[in-house]
């Protein structure tokens, strides 16, 4: 049976990718798709302005003044649960990759995640899915590989998301099985292009 929710969260979250990835108007994606072209070359617009931006080598001169509240905060999570699609506010464990990155980030740090202001996410919520976080302006494209991955950097790839505890090093919301669980950045996901992203 088809999940109908399920396919239009990953359908969504596909569209914000592709926007992102390719530097096209997310609007403009989903005109196209809506009226069966190609997704358009556009300028690119507020939601992938800063996806693969050039950055000096091993993203030195960036940091992020939040990386260490980030991953501190994220740390105090490891072992809880995973709950694909999870509302965080109904427990802790309750969310899946993207869901713990919201909480950590949005409501316990309290700054802003896509969609929301700071402060604003309350976790009663899923929250904005992967694909959005990798196309949102609101981070900063520092590289391609986890060993430049600060404390706080955000990892995302197509179909996963975790919180950098620093060099190759995250914690994520990996499973119903494992958990939410510390893991190397590089090799997690194996055919998808790894985005390391920071706080501005």
């Known amino acids: 049976m088809v999940n109908g929710p399920a396919v239009g969260i990953t359908a969504a979250g596909a569209l914000f990718v592709v926007a992102g990835i390719k530097g096209l108007s997310v609007t403009g994606v989903i005109q196209d798709v809506v009226t069966g072209k190609n997704p358009?070359?556009?300028?690119?617009?507020q939601f992938s302005s800063n996806v693969g931006a050039p950055?000096?080598?091993?993203?030195?001169?960036?940091?992020?003044?939040?990386?260490?509240?980030?991953?501190?905060?994220a740390m105090q999570y490891k072992g809880?649960?995973?709950?694909?699609g999870g509302a965080p506010a109904?427990?802790?464990?309750?969310?899946?990759?993207?869901?713990?990155a919201n909480w950590v980030c949005g409501h316990d740090v309290g700054l802003p995640i896509p969609g929301y202001n700071a402060g604003a996410y309350n976790g009663s919520s899923h929250g904005p899915v992967?694909?959005?976080?990798?196309?949102?302006?609101g981070l900063t494209t520092i590289g391609h590989d986890g060993s430049v991955a600060q404390a706080g950097d955000i990892c995302v790839w197509e179909t996963h998301m975790g919180i950098a505890l620093g060099p190759n090093e995250m914690i994520s919301a990996e499973n119903p099985?494992?958990?939410t669980?510390?893991?190397?950045?590089?090799?997690?996901?194996?055919?998808?292009?790894?985005?390391v992203r920071r706080y501005k």
């Open 40 to 45: 358009r070359t556009a300028i690119a617009n």
């Open 55 to 73: 950055v000096p080598a091993n993203g030195v001169g960036i940091t992020s003044p939040n990386g260490s509240a980030i991953a501190t905060d």
């Open 80 to 84: 809880a649960g995973y709950v694909w």
């Open 90 to 100: 109904k427990g802790i464990g309750n969310w899946d990759c993207s869901s713990f």
């Open 130 to 137: 992967t694909g959005m976080w990798l196309a949102w302006s």
């Open 177 to 179: 099985t494992d958990g």
């Open 181 to 195: 669980q510390i893991s190397s950045i590089n090799g997690f996901i194996a055919g998808e292009l790894l985005f």
